[in-house]
């Protein structure tokens, strides 16, 4: 059954770790009503698709929120203008500066407990095991003895709040995240050290009193909010890339209302309005020049260092920068349609996405916590069961006390959660700032693989604005009538060549007639009638399908220069040829060579003659061809190349190449200008220019790297820390993970995570 889901990307707050998004995920999914879920832990954002009649949003909050976490609609705001969805977004900052200043106290607060229960092992350990200091003084230790009591009962209570409520959470609803894991370790620390201090004569002839464990309470409990406090900063500095397109908008704006110029905030700003700008100035809202003349820094949006000429006519964005003359804008577009809020939502889609190397981490998170709480009260029981043969029961107790608070500590998915998800957010934020949109980090996770580029050839290696260069007529017309009899059919084309044409027509002054019955034939020209009589016009393959003759030196002459030739033809009679040629890229061959460089295999892909593609391609360094191919094929070639093991990416114009970019691992899109997001293409190269390809290649292989690193390093710590925790190594070497080493670990594993995806900032491309 077919039913209207909406999607919507709801903010999430609450989240204390990446288990918790599995519960949120599992917990939204169970209500009726809801098709599917997906929470990012990283973005802190859920996306649902649901159906509206059957459930609301304030329903799946109230859900949520008895877990104690909630969702919050934030498209209502950015639906309508920019200005409001800043406003949404900026409340949002600012919960989440509070939060983070929370955490800061609360850091500032336990650091010393920390301080004073490193002091007091120190000492212990330095004295009994080691005897390099004096015995504690009595009275010394007698105070630490009374002090340390307190100070875990501050840290538990107060500072772990989040992580009691974690165990609450399991003991009332049966879901467990890490939150409940810290929560349970650091609890049965504190109970066990406070029930041995409080019934210590009582109970020493059956356990060893001697030992409490509220240091660990402290010291784990201080460096997991030491570590979440780290965390947190670090992902505020990996959202940047939005607050700095955000940052982008302009505030003011000086429209031109009952002939006079006034000044108005950007949200009083509408379509139809004409906008003063002056040299200097950034433009308010995405429009199209009615007068005046100007070179704009597109830079901010596009990555490109070099001003663009504009005149009447053309279209400019919203937030570049009017470098020279006085302009007269009408706005086209305002609020969430202009290119600049297109950008934003679609680099915070894409930053919120998951990456298929994701799943797994997901999926092993999602069974970790149950897991791994099952293993620490089987380990408990093994130590009692077993220990108690080796070594006397009071003593086998506490050690076993020691493996299950450990295990709990250092089996924390805290890393593992934030691997992928940082890096991926810093990835797509760097892309976006080089002029470069990423729909999602599926396609940064292929593009990584790719060994084949496929460019198409008019307007992604040529420059897509061809000329007409020669004119050659049959004896019985002119040259002129020729250009006349094709322009005039051109003109209902949309064709580059067919601007070409007519570009030249109009250029020498001429008119056009009226052509009728006018029609595309794809990837082969076009037919038409005028004053009656039937004209057709295209390439080689046309005039094959007509059985037309055709001078075949003339075309094979034009296409050796690289000029494409276009046969005009009337009743089985060739009437002229004109020649038409592209001007390659500038930046074209160095980028070839740079795709090489990173052993890419590159071909041309077009609808041309073979020659004229091999004359381009030769200019450019590739090496080959695929040419004649009509537009429909296009699609197929590229499954060729799959079927032969190549990874492709395809790089074409997205209008005409949509089915083989959609058909390609990835597809690329040449952006030019204010089209954003181009719907059938995984990546948006705007600007117009290829250098940018190696650039997304190279970002996207560091990116994926970063993940690798980190998931490694995520998993690393619980492969080797759980057994150590367990007590493998305590039989032959005596050793045992103490957790409050554990809580360390645990808290150095997510900023380390969190550090090496900011490190991607810096990385060259
Ligand atoms: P591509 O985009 O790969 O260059 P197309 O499929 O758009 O190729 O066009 C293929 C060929 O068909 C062109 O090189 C040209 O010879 C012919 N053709 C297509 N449209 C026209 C047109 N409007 N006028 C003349 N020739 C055309
Ligand atoms: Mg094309």
Redesign the pocket.
């Known amino acids: 059954m077919l039913k209207n889901n909406t999607t919507k990307s709801l903010a999430v707050t609450g989240m204390h770790c990446a288990s918790c998004a599995n519960i949120i995920t599992r917990k939204l999914q169970k209500i009726p009503g809801v098709a599917s879920a997906e929470v990012n832990y990283g973005a802190e954002k859920a996306y649902v698709s649901f159906d509206e009649g059957a459930v609301s949003i304030a329903d799946m909050n109230a859900q949520v929120q008895q877990l104690g976490y909630a969702l919050e609609d934030t498209s209502i705001h950015t639906g309508h203008d920019m200005s409001a969805g800043f406003s949404s977004d900026e409340l949002q900052q600012k919960k989440k500066v509070e939060e983070l200043n929370k955490l800061r106290e609360h850091v500032l607060i336990v650091l010393p407990f920390v301080a004073v229960s490193i002091f007091v092992m120190a000492w212990e350990v330095g004295a009994e095991q080691l005897a390099f200091v004096p015995m504690m003084p009595v009275a010394v230790a007698d105070f630490f003895h009374h002090l340390l009591p307190l100070l875990a009962a501050y840290s538990l209570f107060v500072i772990g709040l989040p992580f009691l409520q974690g165990v609450v959470r399991f003991l009332k609803h049966g879901v467990a995240n890490m939150d409940t894991l810290i929560g349970i370790g650091t609890l049965v620390a504190f109970l066990y050290s406070f029930i041995v201090s409080a019934f210590e004569s009582s109970l020493s002839p059956y356990i060893s009193t001697e030992h409490s464990y509220y240091d660990v309470t402290i010291v784990v409990i201080g460096f997991i909010t030491l570590g979440k406090y780290l965390e947190a900063r670090s992902k505020q500095k990996t959202g940047e890339a939005i607050k700095k397109l955000l940052g982008l908008q302009a505030k003011q704006a000086t429209v031109l209302r009952d002939g006079k110029e006034i000044e108005v905030a950007i949200e009083e700003v509408v379509v139809g309005d004409i906008l003063i700008i002056k040299p200097g100035q950034k433009i308010p809202t995405d429009g199209e020049i009615i007068s005046g003349t100007s070179a704009i820094d597109e830079s901010m949006i596009t990555g490109e260092s070099l001003p663009v000429d504009k005149r009447v006519g053309d279209t400019v964005i919203g937030a570049t920068i009017n470098k020279q003359g006085s302009l007269q804008v009408r706005a086209t577009q305002v609020g969430s349609g202009t290119v600049l809020a297109q950008i934003v939502t679609m680099v915070e889609q894409a930053q919120g996405s998951k990456a298929p190397i994701e799943r797994l981490a997901d999926q092993i998170s999602a069974v970790f916590v149950p897991v791994v709480l099952v293993f620490a009260v089987g380990v408990l029981a093994i130590w009692l069961a077993v220990g108690s043969q080796f070594m006397p029961f009071s003593q086998a107790l506490p050690l076993g006390l020691v493996s299950f608070v450990g295990i709990l500590v250092i089996a924390c998915p805290c890393a593992m959660g934030l691997a992928t998800p940082m890096a991926v957010i810093v990835g797509v934020g760097k892309a976006a700032q080089n002029g470069i949109l990423i729909k999602n980090a599926e396609n940064l996770e292929k593009l990584q693989a790719v060994n084949f580029i496929v460019l198409?050839?008019?307007?992604t290696i040529t420059r897509g604005e061809p000329q007409v260069t020669d004119i050659l007529s049959a004896s019985d017309v002119t040259d002129k009538e020729v250009l006349g009899i094709l322009a005039s059919l051109?003109q209902h084309?949309e064709?580059?060549?067919?601007q070409a044409?007519v570009g030249r027509a109009k250029l020498d002054g001429m008119e056009l007639k009226k052509a009728t019955e006018f029609s595309?034939?794809?990837?082969?020209?076009?037919r038409g009638i005028i004053l009656g009589r039937q004209y057709f016009?295209?390439?080689l393959?046309?005039a094959a399908d007509l059985h037309i003759k055709v001078d075949t030196t003339i075309t094979e002459q034009f296409a050796e220069e690289g000029k494409?030739?276009?046969i005009l033809m009337r009743e089985q009679q060739v009437l002229g040829y004109v020649a038409i040629a592209d001007t390659i890229k500038a930046e074209a061959p160095a980028t070839i060579a740079r795709l090489h460089e990173l052993g890419m295999q590159v071909a041309l892909?077009?609808?041309?003659?073979k020659k004229?593609a091999e004359y381009i391609a030769k200019q450019v360094g590739i090496d080959r061809v695929i040419a004649e191919?009509?537009?429909g094929d296009?699609a197929e070639q590229i499954k060729l190349l799959q079927s032969e093991g190549y990874r492709v990416a395809m790089v074409g114009?997205g209008i005409?190449?949509a089915p083989a970019l959609v058909t390609a691992d990835v597809g690329i899109a040449m952006g030019t200008g204010t089209d954003v997001a181009i719907e059938s293409a995984g990546v948006t190269l705007l600007g117009g220019k290829i250098d940018k390809l190696p650039k997304v290649i190279r970002l996207a292989r560091a990116t994926m790297r970063t993940v690798k690193q980190n998931l490694f390093w995520a998993f690393f710590y619980n492969v080797v820390g759980i057994p150590i925790a367990a007590g493998v190594l305590y039989p032959t070497f005596g050793i045992l993970l103490n957790p409050a080493i554990a809580g360390a670990a645990m808290a150095f594993s997510s900023v380390s995570v969190v550090l090496n995806a900011l490190r991607l900032k810096r990385a060259n491309l």
């Open positions: 198409d050839k008019t307007g051109e084309s064709h580059p060549l067919a044409v595309a034939l794809e990837g082969k020209g076009l016009a295209g390439n393959r046309l494409t030739p276009v892909l077009t609808g041309d003659a004229t191919v009509l537009p296009k114009d005409n190449d």
